[in-house]
């Protein structure tokens, strides 16, 4: 018997050739919100397992910045995954598709070593932050930081110099936005096609420069949001990784134009 299915085709270079609309990100946030409420459970359980991972890295380690440097090298590389599942869940809301934590795995199975590239080289900008910082400080006003064994259990801001911090501000600031550009629309792209991940990463830049007024207030949102869980001691982390992760998903479906053609069986 013949029966007809959509399948999604994405030109991985293609993107809308109209620039999303300055306030858009805020609907993309709402939507995200709604899709959080359509599967909680699984959602929350991504949230809750991004939540874990940083409150017990935290709790058993200090605010010494070689510290720092491994956890965030560290979510760099685990959260594209998580957020990859969760990317997965808003694409099955809007193709019908079962909603559950097993489910939202399926893909991540089929796109792994695809999305542990990405991951990979999102790692690779937070080890040259740490890099260009230790050179760049060294050059400039000599000791990168205290000694590990003087403080690893001291509060890493009260031994540096205003000089030395805001040095690593600007230079992570940089490499923050480079790394944002190639991510804005990487993973939906890589979930939804399984393109690989320099064609997704190239997606995203012109994305990115197709859309500059648009991506600074994403970006800047982004920031807000997740300063504002970290405020809360990681707690509300359990409801904004997903919330931001599912909101990722329409700002794909807003910025790259994709092609759904009708084919039978």
């Not at 359980?45 to 910045?65: C, K, P, Q």
């Not at 096609?193 to 994403?218: D, G, Q, R």
């Amino acid at each position: 018997m013949n029966t007809s299915h959509s399948i999604h085709h994405l030109d991985p270079t293609h993107t809308s050739d109209t620039r999303t609309v300055l306030l858009r990100p805020f609907y993309w946030l709402k939507s995200g919100f709604q899709d959080f409420s359509y599967h909680p459970t699984a959602s929350f359980s991504y949230g809750f397992i991004v939540t874990a991972m940083l409150f017990v890295t935290f709790l058993m380690t200090s605010e010494h910045i070689y510290i720092i440097a491994g956890i965030i090298c560290g979510f760099m590389f685990v959260g594209p995954i998580l957020a990859a599942g969760l990317c997965e869940l808003s694409w099955r809301h809007e193709t019908n598709e079962p909603l559950n934590f097993d489910e939202s795995l399926s893909r991540l199975r089929q796109c792994k070593n695809t999305l542990y590239q990405f991951a990979g080289l999102l790692l690779g900008f937070s080890l040259l932050w740490f890099a260009l910082s230790a050179l760049v400080l060294s050059m400039t006003v000599g000791s990168v930081a205290p000694p590990m064994e003087q403080s690893v259990w001291d509060n890493f801001f009260n031994l540096i110099t205003t000089q030395q911090l805001v040095l690593y501000i600007l230079i992570g600031g940089v490499l923050a936005v480079a790394a944002f550009s190639v991510s804005v629309v990487s993973i939906p792209a890589i979930i939804e096609t399984n393109i690989s991940a320099t064609e997704a990463m190239l997606l995203s830049f012109k994305v990115f420069i197709t859309n500059i007024p648009t991506m600074i207030v994403w970006g800047g949102l982004l920031v807000l949001i997740s300063l504002f869980g970290l405020s809360l001691f990681l707690a509300s982390m359990i409801i904004l990784f997903p919330l931001l992760s599912h909101a990722t998903w329409y700002a794909y479906r807003d910025l790259v134009v994709d092609h759904i053609e009708t084919t039978a069986e």
